[in-house]
């Protein structure tokens, strides 16, 4: 693929545009504190592009205002966006940090009555935020098709997961992934 690799974590101030290609963080975290600006159609070949492991950066944009940011972003050869609606409270501010993960969420694994599953999820952490802000959408995109699935077993039938730190509103930066129907 054509575009650029990040070799360690990066913070962007002002504006950041991704015109054409992809670029590729890998392992790193890319903090954006504006959403990505883009003369073309985000896609699985004008993406931010993460290594697709559990403990990988991920992109994270500010959140300063009540506003819905679009993260392109997946992994090799995988576009699966987050679309992120999200309320502040109080004019507070703080980042929102996800990273996409392909493989099963590993809670999953405990229960062998699980046949109908994503082999992918998106982590997601907050920091930063004085008071917690109101979520009030999170929409994940996966791959189905035929070729090259994110989905075992009936997509109708996916069985939800959910892992946090186990520490109830800390706002220390509270980790969730979430496998849910498209």
Excluded: H
């Amino acid at each position: 693929a054509n575009g650029v690799s990040l070799d360690g974590d990066l913070t962007i101030a002002d504006n950041f545009a991704l015109n054409a290609g992809v670029f590729d963080i890998n392992t790193a975290k890319l903090t954006l504190n504006q959403p990505i600006a883009t003369t073309g159609i985000f896609g699985p070949a004008l993406m931010v592009q993460t290594g697709g492991n559990p403990t990988d950066g991920g992109l994270e944009f500010l959140f300063d205002a009540d506003e819905t940011i679009t993260y392109p972003f997946g992994v090799a050869g995988s576009y699966t966006p987050l679309i992120a609606d999200i309320d502040t409270t109080n004019n507070d501010a703080g980042y929102i940090g996800v990273n996409p993960v392909a493989s099963k969420l590993g809670t999953l694994n405990d229960d062998v009555a699980v046949v109908d599953f994503l082999n992918y999820y998106w982590s997601v952490e907050n920091r930063e935020f004085t008071d917690l802000p109101r979520i009030n959408s999170y929409v994940f995109s996966y791959r189905d098709n035929a070729a090259d699935d994110d989905v075992t077993g009936t997509e109708g039938d996916l069985q939800p997961g959910f892992v946090e730190d186990g520490v109830d509103g800390d706002n220390d930066g509270d980790s969730f992934s979430r496998v849910a129907v498209g």
